[in-house]
């Protein structure tokens, strides 16, 4: 288990990181991402905790013991980074066998271990191949397998897939997911799309400024973001207020059923948290003012009297037509609860 208190880093006289406290492996989690904004720290936490990067303050600590003074060799992390960064001018086998040969494994546990870890990685046949060879996916898979094969105590991942283009983003970020689970090694995974986070990750933790804001099961994260700041990165784009009284929340789109005690709250709305219908003979919520037809539905941009909102529809509707507003109880966030 993972455990940073009070962390500080800092580049010159500028701090990045500062007092940040995090505990990463409890109950059961293997994947944990670290999500948040280009330029928050993210790569600069990790670093730390591999022992890449000189802290100014705090402490962090694995399984009980402070990892001050252990150099980053010592740590027993695997790390795999954006581009790889593979060794050149060697072979895939010769890459994955790098770790071991430096912890003196024999050659033949080297041998099985490589086959082992190219099996894994779903590249069976590919030890000889020169990693120049290798495509962008292919090149992470075996930084990947290098990472594994001397069976880290936990793995950082950072943006290991931002490289790639968005289909093989998806498909490989689901494979990793698989392969560490397999190898049932403890993981970080930094990204900056909640969309990844949630297909790899049963635990995110949200970054920003430096400062860890929320740490949650997506589930959770989707539900009940920590505040505005939050709810608005991971994908909300209305927020409404709303009074509570006995599981009812009113609102200016009408009422919904909704789990949070009874008083003032503010609720997120992603698109599918609002389904737009014709108005027909009703008086409408808004008038439609843009039309998108997305891979999961169509989507709406609606005039409302609460101002622009982002809805799904299953119905015909136009640019210019009058709509109404009904809010998804299930898809509704409560922030800041
Ligand atoms: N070696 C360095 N020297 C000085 N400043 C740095 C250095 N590395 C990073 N920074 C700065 O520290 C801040 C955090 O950078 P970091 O790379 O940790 O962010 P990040 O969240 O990983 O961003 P991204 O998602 O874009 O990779 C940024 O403002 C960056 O410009």
New binding site residues.
């Given amino acids: 288990m993972l455990q940073i208190d009070g962390l500080g880093v800092r580049?010159?006289a500028?701090p990045?990181i500062e007092d940040l406290t995090w505990t990463v492996g409890t109950s059961g989690s293997v994947l944990t991402a670290l999500l948040?904004?280009?330029?928050?720290?993210?790569?600069?936490?990790i670093r730390a905790v591999a022992g890449l990067e000189p802290i100014s303050g705090g402490r962090i600590r694995f399984d009980g013991t402070d990892l001050a003074g252990v150099p980053a060799h010592r740590r027993d992390f695997g790390v795999v980074f954006q581009d790889g960064q593979l060794f050149g001018g060697r072979t895939v086998s010769s890459n994955i066998a790098y770790g071991l040969k430096m912890r003196r494994w024999s050659r033949p546990a080297i041998r099985a271990r490589v086959d082992e870890m190219l099996e894994l990685v779903r590249l069976p046949g590919y030890a000889e191949r020169r990693v120049e060879e290798l495509s962008g996916g292919e090149a992470q898979r075996v930084a990947l397998a290098r990472a594994l094969a001397p069976r880290p105590r936990l793995l950082l991942l950072d943006?290991p897939l931002a490289a790639l283009d968005r289909l093989l983003r998806e498909r490989l970020a689901i494979e990793i997911t698989e392969i560490v689970r397999a190898a049932d090694t403890p993981t970080i995974m930094?990204t900056?799309d909640h969309t990844e986070a949630a297909l790899m990750a049963d635990t995110i933790s949200v970054?920003r400024e430096g400062a860890l804001v929320q740490t949650e099961a997506p589930e959770q994260l989707w539900l009940r973001p920590a505040d505005e700041w939050t709810a608005r990165f991971i994908g909300v784009t209305t927020v409404l207020d709303a009074e509570v009284a006995d599981g009812r929340a009113a609102t200016a789109l009408g009422e919904t059923t909704i789990e949070a005690p009874d008083g003032h709250v503010r609720l997120g709305l992603r698109p599918e948290s609002v389904r737009a219908t014709p108005a027909g003979d009703h008086t409408s919520d808004g008038v439609v003012v843009s039309v998108a037809d997305l891979p999961s539905g169509r989507r709406v941009r609606v005039t409302a009297d609460v101002g622009d909102v982002e809805a799904v529809t299953s119905d015909a509707v136009a640019i210019g037509e009058h709509v109404l507003l009904n809010l998804v109880p299930e898809r509704v966030a409560v922030i800041g609860r």
């Fill in positions: 580049y010159g500028t990045v948040g904004p280009s330029g928050c720290g993210k790569s600069t936490l943006e930094v900056h970054m």
